[in-house]
C-alpha cells in the first residue's frame, strides 16, 4: 500500500503520495544545496541524554526559491500531490492545473511545498535529524505577522 498523508486548508483536503525511491532521493539530496548554512544542528549532553537543537534560517531558504533544485522539488511534489474541493479530486500533474487551482489558493501554495518535502525527502535523513518534522511554516509566519505587545 503507497504512504499517503493528508493536510486541509481552508476545507481543501490535499493528498500527498510517496514517490518512487530513485526520482525521491535524487530530488532530495539536490535540495540538501538549498540547506547548506540555513540549517544549524546542535547536541547538548547533559547527564547521559542527548539534546538536539537546531536554528533555521528560514530567509536563507527564501533566497533560494529560484533555484533549480527548488523548482524541480516544486515539481515533484505537486506530481505526487492531488487537491480534494467539494468531493472532486485533481491530481496537480499540469501547469494549468496547478495554475488553476492555487490563482485562488495562493496562501496555501508555501505551505504545502514545506509540507510535501517533510512528507518525501526526511525518511532520508539519519533518525536523529527526524526533529525537522516538527519545522511548521504557519508558526514562523506569525512570528513575523504578530503584533508586538506594548510596554508600559
Given amino acids: 500500500m503507497m504512504e499517503t498523508e493528508e493536510v486541509v486548508i481552508e476545507g481543501v483536503t490535499y493528498t500527498f503520495r510517496k514517490g518512487n525511491f530513485k526520482e525521491s532521493r535524487e530530488v532530495g539530496t539536490s535540495l540538501g544545496v538549498l540547506l547548506k548554512g540555513a540549517l544549524l544542528v546542535g547536541v547538548d549532553s547533559k547527564e547521559g541524554n542527548m539534546d538536539f537543537k537546531a536554528n533555521f534560517d528560514v530567509f536563507s531558504v527564501l533566497s533560494h ?70 519545522i511548521d511554516l504557519q508558526a514562523m509566519a506569525s512570528t513575523f505577522t504578530s503584533t508586538p505587545k506594548q510596554t508600559g
Fill in 65 to 134: 526559491l529560484d533555484h533549480p533544485a527548488m523548482k524541480k522539488a516544486e515539481q515533484f511534489i505537486l506530481k505526487y500531490m492531488t487537491a480534494t474541493v467539494d468531493g472532486k479530486t485533481t491530481k496537480l500533474d499540469s501547469d494549468n492545473l496547478i495554475e488553476s487551482h492555487f490563482n485562488t489558493r495562493r496562501s496555501h501554495y508555501f505551505d504545502l511545498i514545506v509540507r510535501g518535502a517533510k512528507f518525501h525527502f526526511l525518511d532520508f535523513l539519519p533518525a536523529g535529524l527526524r526533529f525537522l518534522k516538527s
